[in-house]
């Protein structure tokens, strides 16, 4: 019942919008944070 209230009511597909855009924002910030961390220091 979970599961087709998720993807047939408004706020269900509003939930599933909020949850892949969480999911797509966690792997952004990780492989970004991941990415600095790694880089060398410049001199200023």
């Given at each position: 019942m979970a599961w087709k209230e998720l993807f047939t009511t408004d706020v269900g597909l509003g939930s599933l919008a909020?949850?892949?855009?969480?999911?797509?924002?966690s792997i952004f910030f990780g492989r970004m944070f991941n990415k600095k961390m790694n880089e060398k220091p410049t001199e200023e």
């Open positions: 909020v949850i892949v855009f969480v999911i797509g924002m």
